[in-house]
């Protein structure tokens, strides 16, 4: 079965640093591509960034570009998220996403979803 | 702002068939699979439609979804209460380079 769990979500200042980690098991890692969406307290949901699976090609929402960085290590079989210069509007419950195929590029094929940690930015 | 826009909210009676729409453009729905997602208050989204008309196994065969041109829909017949949720449809953007949800729609079942 696969599973996705999400950690590393807390409150932080804005402007401070957090990284979000993704431990994954069910499935040969290696082989997929990952994601991470994101959905803001009673919002809709929001593609944050792309991985494939042997991390060449990666991709960003405009509104993260820059800021975020997504990251794998295919030996620990985890995916993460480091978010600095954050915003109160990044302000959201962060999903760890596995894609259908080994690449993110052309995607929304997202069979597989974490439960989401929760990033709150305020002061 | 998504690019793709569905309806806030539709309803429907128990049995009845309702029909969520997700209406992009040629950057996105016009030139690529459209995918449906299925979310529950305080759960994670789940997979119910792929590339457009395919169903995941486990997904009943009263949901299916269509595309035609810029446009997508996610039909639901035999409703049941059961089926009281969000939806949201996503597809990839050739202009942004990024996958695009719709708003996401709220289906009351009454």
């Known amino acids: 079965e696969v599973q996705l769990v999400e950690s590393g979500g807390d409150l932080v200042q804005p402007g401070r640093s957090l990284r979000l980690s993704c431990a994954a098991s069910g499935f040969t890692f290696d082989d997929y591509a990952l994601h991470w969406v994101r959905q803001a307290p009673g919002k809709g949901l929001e593609w944050v960034a792309g991985i494939s699976y042997n991390s060449i090609s990666l991709g960003y929402a405009d509104s993260v570009k820059g800021r975020f960085t997504i990251l794998r290590d295919n030996a620990k079989n985890s995916l993460y998220l480091q978010m600095s210069s954050l915003r109160a509007e990044d302000t959201a419950l962060y999903y760890c996403?596995?894609?259908?195929?080994?690449?993110?590029?052309?995607?929304?094929?997202?069979?597989?979803w974490g439960k989401g940690t929760l990033v709150t930015v305020s002061s | 702002q998504s690019l793709l826009t569905q309806p806030p909210s539709v309803s429907g009676t128990p049995g009845q068939k309702v029909t969520i729409s997700c209406s992009g453009g040629?950057?996105?729905?016009?030139?690529?699979?459209v995918y449906w997602y299925q979310q529950y208050p305080g759960l994670a989204p789940k997979y119910l439609i792929f590339r457009n008309d395919q169903r995941p196994s486990g997904v009943s065969d009263r949901f299916s979804g269509s595309k035609s041109g810029t446009s997508a829909s996610l039909t639901i017949s035999g409703l049941r209460p059961e089926d009281e949720a969000d939806y949201y449809c996503?597809?990839?953007?050739?202009?942004?380079?990024?996958?695009?949800f719709g708003g996401g729609t709220k289906l009351t079942v009454v």
């Open positions: 996503a597809v990839w953007d050739d202009s942004l380079r990024a996958v695009e």
């Open positions: 040629s950057s996105n729905i016009g030139d690529n699979f």
């Open positions: 996403v596995k894609d259908y195929s080994s690449s993110w590029f052309a995607s929304g094929h997202f069979p597989h």
